[in-house]
């Protein structure tokens, strides 16, 4: 068990729809961090955040957004939702930014867009 | 920007070694880290380089060589439980962000 909290494990919902993910980091980690992963695909980044502030951005769709909370907790919302944002949505966490710290994911949402 | 490469897919039998690959391209670099993922499940943090030379962790090793933009885990003593995805990871250097790019990944298939 890595510590990373990821709800809801499985989401199924129609195009156009809104929805969010919501993702609690390990007790003491300060960075989160989203990935999404399609079909046989790699991570792709799309957001990081630190301590409340956005950090870095990946390929995120305009569509797409995210914020940590003030209790680090983070959540992803996803709107007008199309077929291909079928995925695995990622998140992991991370005690800071530093170069030699591991991230420690989350057992991941899985999205369904019919 | 940053990118890596890997093979798509490797297999090997039962107790063998394997090797995977990665190079990568980046404007600064901070290490190399692996990461293991089973079918659709959390990826684990395996492994970290920041310098040249092998790091060995139980049946698992990883290496680089900064000069070459070139890594590569080593698996020996191969296990079933070891079918899985690998990943290896750099760090963007860019505004200082820390954060993880990830390669495409190797699916490694072990057979009996």
């Known amino acids: 068990d890595s510590g990373v909290t990821q709800t809801p494990k499985h989401l199924i919902t129609a195009t156009g729809q809104r929805v969010t993910l919501r993702c609690s980091p390990r007790s003491g980690d300060l960075s989160v961090y989203w990935y999404q992963q399609s079909l046989d695909q790699g991570l792709q980044f799309l957001i990081q955040y630190y301590n409340g502030e956005e950090r870095a951005k990946g390929n995120i769709l305009e569509r797409f957004s995210a914020q940590q909370f003030p209790d680090l907790h983070s959540e992803l919302n996803l709107s007008s939702l199309e077929l291909g944002d079928s995925a695995l949505y990622f998140c992991?966490?991370?005690?800071?930014?530093?170069?030699?710290?591991?991230?420690?994911f989350g057992n991941g949402t899985r999205l369904t867009v019919t | 920007g940053q990118s890596l490469e890997q093979p798509s897919e490797v297999t090997a039998v039962e107790g063998a070694i394997v090797q995977i690959n990665c190079t990568y391209q980046t404007s600064g670099f901070y290490g190399l880290s692996w990461y293991q993922q089973h079918d659709g499940g959390a990826p684990t943090f395996l492994s970290y380089n920041a310098l040249d030379g092998l790091e060995e962790t139980g049946r698992f090793s990883s290496f680089l060589s900064r000069s070459d933009s070139y890594g590569y885990l080593l698996l020996q003593e191969l296990q079933m439980k070891d079918s899985a995805s690998y990943f290896c990871?750099?760090?963007?250097?860019?505004?200082?962000?820390?954060?993880?790019?990830f390669g495409q990944g190797t699916t490694l298939q072990v057979k009996p």
């Open positions: 990871a750099v760090r963007d250097r860019s505004g200082n962000t820390g954060k993880l790019i």
């Open positions: 992991a966490s991370s005690e800071g930014t530093g170069y030699n710290s591991p991230l420690h």
